[in-house]
Nanobody, 121 residues
């Protein structure tokens, strides 16, 4: 089976920075796209940033210029560097990855358990 484990969330003041990590482990042949989503109370889960295996990135308009997504394919890990954080960035952040399984090379989408990011003074 496959697991995604996120880390790096916490409480930060407005204008501060945090770096999230998400490591995939298990029966992995290769990983296609890796994405970060977030969900604030009472809202829909939204895509924050995504990155392809080759490194092409995309961002939500609300985080462009402040957040940077990157990945280390050798470590099966994706990162989200969040700078100039705002109170409206407060949410649970989830990692998502499209993974080809080692067993049969089938493609499946996996989610992490989520990590809380709170931006408050």
């Amino acid at each position: 089976q496959v697991q995604l484990v996120e880390s790096g969330g916490g409480l930060v003041q407005p204008g501060g920075s945090l770096r999230l990590s998400c490591a995939a482990s298990g029966s992995i042949f290769s990983i296609n796209a890796m994405d970060w989503y977030r969900q604030a109370p009472g809202t829909e889960r939204e895509l924050v940033a995504g990155i392809t295996h080759g490194g092409t990135t995309n961002y939500a308009d609300s985080v462009k210029g402040r957040f940077t997504i990157s990945r280390d394919n050798a470590k099966n890990t994706v990162y989200l560097q969040m700078n100039r954080l705002k109170t409206e960035d407060t949410a649970v952040y989830y990692c998502n990855a499209d993974i080809y399984l080692r067993s049969d090379h089938s493609l499946h989408s996996f989610w992490g358990q989520g990590t809380q990011v709170t931006v408050s003074s």
